[in-house]
Nanobody, 123 residues
Framework: VQLQASGGGLVQAGDSLRLSCAAS????????MGWFRQAPGKERAFVAS????????YYSEPVKGRFTISRDNAKNTVYLQMNSLKPEDTAVYYC?????????????????WGQGTLVTVSS
């Protein structure tokens, strides 16, 4: 499975941005997709996750109510709609895919990773 993330950029606080992650290859093996982010000087952290067949959605507390994860199976793409962005949302955002049922908020549950897309939120 190969993952290609896109949609990052420079925005102002309060703006919205939508990230996309296109999957290719053995996509029929995907069980769950997730988004993680790594802020400067910090470890990578869980953001959101969705089961590939739909449902079973999880969000981290810092983004709950502002971010929405969704997927389009016909396009083999998962999205992260980010609203009311804050400077602390600045990070490299990574999409990931897991091929079995595991803890959806742990990096260990995902075998495949995209290259990351940078989101910068100015104040």
């Amino acid at each position: 499975v190969q993952l290609q993330a896109s949609g990052g950029g420079l925005v102002q606080a309060g703006d919205s941005l939508r990230l996309s992650c296109a999957a290719s290859g053995r996509t029929f093996t995907i069980y769950r997709m997730g988004w993680f982010r790594q802020a400067p000087g910090k470890e990578r952290a869980f953001v959101a996750s969705i089961r590939w067949s739909g449902g079973s959605i999880y969000y981290s507390e810092p983004v709950k109510g502002r971010f929405t994860i969704s997927r389009d199976n016909a396009k083999n793409t998962v999205y992260l709609q980010m609203n009311s962005l804050k400077p602390e949302d600045t990070a490299v955002y990574y999409c990931a895919a897991g091929d079995y049922s595991s803890n959806p908020v742990m990096e260990s549950g995902y075998a495949y990773w995209g290259q990351g897309t940078l989101v910068t939120v100015s104040s």
